[in-house]
């Protein structure tokens, strides 16, 4: 019996791997490429089951989790935030069709950028990685992360 891979045109798309690749998974191979090239060694917070599209080094904390889901049922966002900072997650990667999700409410993240607690790192369609923006509720001691000077890279 033939698999998908194993006709010609799969094993072979007569393009570059990367090119077919975006060309079948769009925007999310974009995402995981930005991620794999810039965030080695980093904690990213998300939704995204994919683990094994990322480098080995990068730790994917899932929304899931159970250290993530002791939060669900803090009332202060400030609370939540310093619980994600205690966890050592820096960055959280919204994935498209989350939006809609009922873990992004659980997780009490859907309002977060208005509230200027996730800055905007990189977006690629409906794909956004955003930055923790812990000195928000941090005292000037506490400060340790680089400035949040952060901006969209690249907005397709």
């Known amino acids: 019996q033939e698999t998908p891979m194993m006709l010609a045109a799969m094993r072979r798309p007569g393009m570059h791997k990367d090119k077919f690749l ?5 925007d999310d ?14 904690v990213i917070l998300t939704h995204d089951n994919r683990f094994l599209l990322y480098d080995p080094s990068i730790r994917i904390i ?7 889901q002791k939060t669900w049922e803090m009332i202060s966002d400030e609370d939540r ?7 050592g997650v820096r960055y959280y990667l919204r994935i498209g069709m989350e939006e809609k999700h009922q873990i992004l409410q659980r997780a009490g993240l859907s309002d977060w950028e208005s509230k200027g607690y996730l800055l905007r790192r990189y977006q690629a369609g409906d ?15 506490e400060q340790t992360f680089p400035d949040e000077d952060e901006v969209i890279i690249n907005v397709k």
Request: aromatic share 14%; no cysteine.
């Open 62 to 68: 899932n929304m899931d989790d159970a250290e993530v």
């Open 127 to 141: 794909n956004v990685l955003f930055k923790f923006a812990y000195k928000s509720i941090m005292s000037p001691d």
């Open 22 to 26: 975006e060309w079948v998974f769009g």
């Open 29 to 42: 191979i974009r995402m995981t490429g930005y991620i794999n090239a810039n965030m080695k060694n980093e």
């Open 81 to 87: 935030l310093k619980a994600f900072r205690d966890i």
